[in-house]
């Protein structure tokens, strides 16, 4: 059974800095794409970042773009989303999730395993 656990979330204010950390058990975790997605209250899910199976492509939405970082440690089954320059808008639940093949993608039917969500909260 695949598994995926978020943590890293919390409360900062504005301009403040957060690292999400998502642990993968259950399947080869550098088989496939992992992605970060957010969801605010009143709101839909929206794509944050992505990330191909080897690292070396990345996929970001606009309004991240130059502040978060995702990457991968595939030796520890886990993928990272540095968030920098936080801002009130970032609040959100962060979701990790799994992706369908290799490569990333910026739809949420591309990912099939979902992680349970972290809290992120920023104060102005």
């Known amino acids: 059974q695949v598994q995926l656990v978020e943590s890293g979330g919390g409360l900062v204010q504005a301009g403040g800095s957060l690292r999400l950390s998502c642990a993968a058990s259950?399947?080869?975790?550098?088989?496939?794409?992992m992605g970060w997605f957010r969801q605010a209250p009143g709101k839909e899910r929206e794509f944050v970042a992505a990330?191909?199976?080897?690292?070396?492509?990345?996929l970001y939405a606009d309004s991240v773009k130059g502040r978060f970082t995702i990457s991968r440690d595939n030796a520890k089954n886990t993928v990272y989303l540095q968030m920098d320059s936080l801002k009130p808008e970032d609040t959100a639940t962060y979701y990790c999730?799994?992706?369908?093949?290799?490569?990333?993608?910026?739809?949420?039917?591309?990912?099939?395993?979902w992680g349970q969500g972290t809290q992120v909260t920023v104060s102005s």
């Open positions: 259950g399947r080869t975790f550098s088989r496939y794409a």
């Open positions: 990330i191909s199976w080897s690292g070396g492509s990345t």
């Open positions: 999730a799994s992706g369908r093949g290799i490569y990333g993608s910026s739809s949420h039917r591309e990912y099939d395993y």
